[in-house]
């Protein structure tokens, strides 16, 4: 048996940047992300009105992209049939992801945890290329 556990940071947006993801979806949606994740082990997850960031672990047999297409997938489609938020939850195809180390977990989590307080103070695109710049990636997506 192998034994793998890779942690992931993720962020990703709404579609056009829609602000669908009031505080009260928030909470509803991201519980349920959190619950019904199939074999994937959510860690932490919070977000603000047009994004989400996950820190999750993969398994040996995931990957980041399936990863998270299992995951934006089942929760757009669940909340649109349960009518979770006003109007369409869909997500924008782009994502950002990078690894974590053990010894940095506890700073991530604390930083999806604060995102209503993070974003009192710079915009969700700002955040997009601050991280972009940090984590060397060359261009900024939307």
């Known amino acids: 048996m192998s034994y793998v556990k890779i942690w ?21 949606l991201f519980s349920h992300i959190k619950e ?3 074999h994937i082990y959510i860690d932490t997850i919070d977000g603000y009105t047009e994004h989400v960031h996950c820190l999750f672990a993969l398994n040996a047999d995931m990957t980041v992209a399936k990863a998270l297409q299992l ?25 950002f992801a990078v690894s974590v180390s053990e ?4 700073r991530v989590r604390q930083y999806i945890k604060n995102q ?11 955040e997009c290329e601050e991280l972009m710049k940090k984590y060397g990636f060359n261009r900024v997506q939307g």
């Open 103 to 106: 010894s940095n977990l506890d």
């Open 36 to 38: 019904n994740a199939k």
């Open 116 to 126: 209503e307080e993070h974003h009192r103070k710079k915009t969700f695109v700002q």
């Open 8 to 28: 992931v940071n993720s962020v990703w947006g709404t579609k056009n940047r829609q602000h669908v993801l009031v505080k009260d979806v928030r909470l509803i």
């Open 71 to 95: 995951i934006k997938g089942e929760a757009s489609h669940w909340s649109n049939q349960e009518n979770i938020v006003k109007l369409k939850l869909e997500w924008a195809d782009e994502y």
